[in-house]
C-alpha cells in the first residue's frame, strides 16, 4: 500500500519560512516525480512545485517562484519542500504528490500543474501565515 505521509507546516509569521517533509511508503519513488500542491479555502488546488527522480530537475508555480526550494533524498524516500518570505496568501493545505512515468521535456510542465496527472497524493499537512 503507497502511502505518502506530508509533516511540517504548522504556523509562522509573515515573513518567516514554512518547511515541509513528505515520507513515501509502500513503493520506491526513486525514479518517480515527486511534488507539491496546496488548496486554500474556497480556492483550487495549486501546484507548488515538483522534482524529477533524480533531483536534477525543478519546476516551481508561478506564485511561489523565487521562494520555493525542493528537494529529495531518494535513499530516505523522502521529498522536502521550504517555502520562504511567506504571506497570509501561502495559507492553505499542503499536500504532496507523485507521479508515475513522466518524462521531462518540454511538455512536462503543463502537466506537473495540472492535479489529474498526479497518481499518489498524501492526506495533506495545514500551514497558516500570520501577519
Known amino acids: 500500500q503507497v502511502q505518502l505521509v506530508e509533516s511540517g507546516g504548522g504556523s509562522v509569521q509573515a515573513e518567516g519560512s514554512l518547511r515541509f517533509s513528505c515520507a513515501a511508503s509502500?513503493?520506491?519513488?526513486?525514479?518517480?516525480?515527486m511534488g507539491w500542491f496546496r488548496q486554500a479555502p474556497g480556492k483550487e488546488r495549486e501546484f507548488v512545485a515538483a522534482?524529477?527522480?533524480?533531483?536534477?530537475?525543478?519546476y516551481a508555480g508561478d506564485s511561489v517562484k523565487g521562494r520555493v526550494t525542493i528537494s529529495r533524498d531518494n535513499a530516505k524516500n523522502t521529498v522536502y519542500l521550504q517555502v520562504d518570505s511567506v504571506m497570509p496568501d501561502d495559507t492553505a493545505v499542503y499536500y504532496c504528490?507523485?507521479?508515475?512515468?513522466?518524462?521531462?521535456?518540454?511538455?512536462?510542465?503543463?502537466?506537473?500543474?495540472?492535479?489529474?496527472?498526479?497518481?499518489?497524493w498524501g492526506q495533506g499537512t495545514q500551514a497558516t501565515v500570520s501577519s
Open positions: 522534482i524529477s527522480g533524480s533531483g536534477s530537475n525543478t
Open positions: 504528490a507523485a507521479a508515475l512515468g513522466l518524462y521531462w521535456d518540454r511538455d512536462v510542465f503543463s502537466l506537473l500543474r495540472n492535479p489529474s496527472a498526479w497518481d499518489y
Open positions: 509502500g513503493r520506491t519513488f526513486g525514479s518517480d516525480t
